[in-house]
Every structure is written in structure tokens, then in C-alpha cells.
């Protein structure tokens, strides 16, 4: 079965970086698209970023567009998130995600709590 | 920026219908997905474009959409139908995914 585990998460220093992964099985990860989406505590879903199959083509919320990057390793089904210049705001858990035609997601992980916090 | 609004909360008692609105602009245009999100968990696919339901969702939920606002009807409501609901899209004037604020189904 499709299964998405996260991880990398912790506690970082403002201005600090921090890279999360998401290890894949369960399906062919090379041909699927590949989302990130975070929940702040206490509040509702926030979209960060979006990886097309082929690694090519990405996209970004404009709250995290260039500090944040996205990447993935098809040969190892391993999805990548590096954060940089981490502040507060950034506080969440993380969470990677399966997209489908139509622009859902149809598979999440369980998340990694990033905390910023000096 | 596209922005989908949801009612912060809705409450309905056992076995009767729970109408979950999100309101978007020109949203009968677009593809709407909704997710449930139980407490502590990751959220779960519920609904894909607009109307339909992945395999092992009870036909209960479904969805629905006008000009501009999608709806999540879940029938005959159970109290472990209790979480937060979101609504999704993908604007493709900006290529952007967004994700209404969410509503908290309480069932009475």
C-alpha cells in the first residue's frame, strides 16, 4: 500500500536551515507529482510546494518562495524539503503528499513537527 | 490572491445532514477536493473532483458544486464523523493549491 513517512523535524534556531524528508513506497514514485503542505498549530492547512515527477517543474506558496526548495531522488523514491532562513512563522508540522490528476492528494504522511524557537 | 472561505464550525445531531459550504470565486470552474482531518491525525482524501469519492469513503459524503461555492454533504451523520473539514483547489491563474480555513463538524 502507498505509504509516506517524514522525517527531520525538530528544533531550530531562527535564521537556522533544516531538511525534511519523505521516503516513499507502495507506488510508483517516479511518475507521481509530489506536494508538501503544513499545519501551524492550531490553524488549518497551508500549501508550500509542489514537485512534478520529472523534478523539473516546481512550484512554491509565496510565503516560503525562495527560502524554501524542493527536490526529489527517483532512484531512491526519497522527497526532499530544504528550508532557509527558518522564522517562527515557520512553525508547523509538515507533511508530504501524493498528488493525482486533478490536483488532489490522495496520500499523506503522518508529518515532522519543525519548531522555530530560539 | 484566490481565497476559499469555510464556516468556522458547523453542529449537527446524529443521523441527520451536515452541509459543509466553501465559497470561492468563479468556483464552479475549477475542481474542488475536500479532506477530513481527525485530531492528531494526517488528513484523508474524502472527495476529488468535486464529486467523487476514493475507494473505502462511504457513499454518506459527497460533494457538490454552483457558480461559486462547493458543498460537502454527509448524510445520515455518525459521531465519528467528528473532525475538520477542508476544502481544496488549484487556482490556475496562479498556479497556486489553496486550502479554505477549514470547518469543525460537532456532532451533537
Known amino acids: 500500500q502507498v505509504r509516506l513517512v517524514e522525517s527531520g523535524g525538530g528544533v531550530v534556531q531562527p535564521g537556522r536551515s533544516l531538511r525534511l524528508s519523505c521516503e516513499a513506497s507502495?507506488?510508483?514514485?517516479?511518475?507521481?507529482?509530489m506536494a508538501w503542505v503544513r499545519q501551524a498549530p492550531g490553524k488549518g492547512l497551508e500549501w508550500m510546494s509542489l514537485?512534478?515527477?520529472?523534478?523539473?517543474?516546481?512550484n512554491y506558496a509565496d510565503s516560503v518562495k525562495g527560502r524554501f526548495s524542493v527536490f526529489r531522488d527517483n532512484s531512491k523514491d526519497i522527497l526532499y524539503l530544504l528550508m532557509n532562513s527558518l522564522r517562527h512563522e515557520d512553525t508547523a508540522v509538515y507533511y508530504c503528499?501524493?498528488?493525482?490528476?486533478?490536483?488532489?492528494?490522495?496520500?499523506w504522511g503522518q508529518g515532522t513537527l519543525v519548531t522555530v524557537s530560539s | 490572491s484566490y481565497v476559499l472561505t469555510q464556516p468556522p464550525s458547523v453542529s449537527v445531531a446524529p443521523g441527520e445532514t451536515a452541509s459543509i459550504s466553501c465559497e470561492g470565486d468563479?468556483?464552479?470552474?475549477?475542481?474542488v477536493h475536500w479532506y477530513q482531518q481527525k485530531p492528531g491525525q494526517a488528513p484523508v482524501l474524502i472527495i476529488y473532483n468535486d464529486d467523487d469519492r476514493p475507494s473505502g469513503i462511504p457513499e454518506r459524503f459527497s460533494g457538490s458544486r454552483s457558480a461559486n461555492t462547493a458543498t460537502l454533504t454527509i448524510s445520515r451523520v455518525e459521531a465519528a464523523d467528528e473532525a475538520d473539514f477542508y476544502c481544496h483547489l488549484r487556482d490556475t491563474t496562479s498556479d497556486r493549491h489553496i486550502f479554505g480555513g477549514g470547518t469543525r463538524l460537532t456532532v451533537l
Open positions: 468563479n468556483i464552479g470552474r475549477k475542481s
Open positions: 503528499a501524493r498528488g493525482r490528476g486533478g490536483g488532489s492528494f490522495d496520500h
Open positions: 514537485i512534478f515527477y520529472d523534478g523539473d517543474n516546481k
Open positions: 507502495g507506488f510508483s514514485f517516479r511518475t507521481s507529482t
